[in-house]
């Protein structure tokens, strides 16, 4: 399995972005999809998750209600939208996914190679 991210980039407080992620290879396995970013100087943290069945089963406070997930089963891609960014939301953003439900970082087999997401004030 390959997840291959695109989309980051620079863009100013208030501002929109929307990742993509684009899953080659064997993805039937993949019972939990979603996003994990690491800010500078931070440990790696969960952003949002979905299930193999459409349904989002995590969100991080921090993002709620400005950031979605969403995919196109058709095209194998899953994507985040992220509107009203803050100077907080600067990181390395990663595509992740697991063979189990609700997992743990460490429990992730799947990673994509990273996208830089900066949002100056």
């Known amino acids: 399995v390959q997840l291959v991210e695109s989309g980051g980039g620079s863009v100013q407080a208030g501002g929109s972005l929307r990742l993509s992620c684009a899953a080659s290879g064997f993805t039937f396995s993949m019972n939990t999809m979603g996003w994990v970013r690491q800010a500078p100087g931070k440990a790696l943290e969960w952003i949002v998750h979905?299930?193999?069945?459409?349904?989002?089963?995590y969100y991080t406070d921090s993002v709620k209600g400005r950031f979605t997930i969403s995919r196109d089963n058709a095209k194998n891609t899953k994507y985040l939208q992220m509107n009203s960014l803050k100077p907080e939301d600067t990181a390395v953003y990663y595509c992740a996914a697991a063979d189990v439900l609700l997992p743990s970082l460490e429990e992730c087999n799947y990673w994509g190679q990273g996208t830089q997401v900066t949002v100056s004030s």
């Open positions: 979905i299930n193999s069945g459409g349904i989002t089963t």
